[in-house]
């Protein structure tokens, strides 16, 4: 340890001496302060060994910088793994990452979505020939709104350890109405800076008709098996009925699934960027040259999110679309569309129960 009364028995010598043996050696004033006392106390040695203790400490503190230096290295490199095992912890958890598309699923889930177009007691002691395809399925409960004669179920399927919400289609003249209503209005929960967002109001006041008891009963499900997946799905009107239940569900627990069939438009396109913002893991199927997925009309300012699947006429074959929402190399490259694929997605005939 440095004292002050050292210097005085430093003489001017010993500072040029000091200077011209250790200049590359010491950088602090403390260094060098303290390498003139180490110097006074061999000035009795002679140049070579004085020469030779110098090169002895320069490599030592040679070895201390290398060591340091590393030392500086692997703690920066600790620090951006850490930072990169932290960040996929937090996406993990809190980012909604873009699944692939899944044939099987979608076949399972088209089911799901084409029973609830059946009479509620063949769905409730699933009973109907499209029911039979998804086994072991519990918890069965039915929702209707007898303003807009919409139908809904929540149900728990044993086999696949997944909750299920599905929505019916139109099957009514008052669901047609809300299909072909074609005004547009402000969707409460989404804020842009242009203040655009605009989603349909006749889908919208479909969903408000079940009063959130889909929300409801598939939150208790979720309760009592807190492992199970979470399904939406839905065919047509009750596809875009779905879309609005996902956007209210979302908020309360993970939704793993959403696969729609043929769905319409619901909304602008600020609303479509919203939804696929909040729902990235949406998968919209599409048969062909079906007429609903064009409804209502873009030119009207309605907009589709993404992803489509356009699949061709048989179902041997599809795409996945890219993420504008209208791939002009999918259904927007239909000039014509077909009334009779709508009621038939996936080699399921939605009248089949």
Known sequence: MFHPWQLQQISIFDIIFAEIASYQLVTTIKQKINYIILVKEISQKSYSEIHSFSKKQTKQINNKQYKIKNQIKLLKMRNTFSGLILFCVVCFAFCEIEQQYDEELAKSFMHYAATAGCGSSRIQ???????SYNKNVTDITIYSSDKFQTQAYTAYSQADNQIVVAFRGSVNPRNYISDFSFTL?????????QDNCRAHLGFLNAYKGFNNQTLQDTLKLKNKYPTASIVITGHSLGAAVAIFAALELKNYVHIDYIYNFGQP???NKAFAQYIMNQLPQI??????????PHLP???????????EI???ADFTSYKECN????DPKCMDSVIIPSISQHTFYLNVTMEAC
Not at 125 to 131: E, I, L, M, Q, Y
Not at 301 to 307: A, P
């Open 125 to 131: 002691d699933w009973s109907c020939s499209v029911c």
């Open 185 to 193: 209005v402000k969707y409460p929960q989404c804020h842009t800076k």
């Open 265 to 267: 438009r619901i909304g």
């Open 283 to 292: 998968k919209r199927v599409v048969h062909d040259k079906d007429i609903v």
């Open 297 to 307: 009309p873009r030119f009207l300012g309605f907009h589709h999110e993404s992803q």
């Open 310 to 312: 356009w699949y061709n």
């Open 323 to 326: 993420s504008s929402g209208e």
